[in-house]
């Protein structure tokens, strides 16, 4: 069973860095794309960022493009979230998620909610102006 525990959520000022951090665990062969999503207050979960993991590519949302960066750790398993310039309009509950079954590179780019299976709990970012 995938098991996700993010962390590093916390206040920060616009133009701030955070660094969140998702642990998995239990990941098999059907995990080939984990990423981000957030959910802000009043909107409906939205992709930030995914990585395909077989080859280590990369896709984001054109809201965070060249601010957010995606970094995994295969030996601990880790997904980090690296978040630049911050902006009040990245308030949001962050999520990290992990697909069930095998997506390709061409479904893990589509930044696609549907995709994934494993959810975690979540950790609250939120950026004063």
């Known amino acids: 069973q995938v098991q996700l525990v993010e962390s590093g959520g916390g206040s920060v000022q616009a133009g701030g860095s955070l660094r969140l951090s998702c642990v998995a665990s239990?990941?098999?062969?059907?995990?080939?794309?984990m990423g981000w999503f957030r959910r802000a207050p009043g909107k409906e979960r939205e992709a930030v960022a995914t990585?395909?993991?077989?080859?280590?590519?990369?896709y984001y949302a054109d809201a965070v493009q060249g601010r957010f960066t995606l970094l995994r750790d295969n030996g601990e398993n880790t997904l980090y979230l690296q978040m630049n310039s911050l902006k009040p309009e990245d308030t949001a509950m962050y999520y990290c998620?992990?697909?069930?079954?095998?997506?390709?590179?061409?479904?893990?780019?589509?930044?696609?909610?549907?995709?994934?299976?494993?959810w975690g709990q979540g950790t609250q970012v939120t950026v004063s102006s």
């Open positions: 239990g990941l098999d062969s059907g995990t080939d794309c």
């Open positions: 998620a992990a697909t069930l079954l095998p997506i390709r590179a061409g479904g893990c780019a589509r930044l696609r909610e549907l995709y994934f299976g494993s």
């Open positions: 990585i395909y993991t077989d080859a280590g590519t990369t």
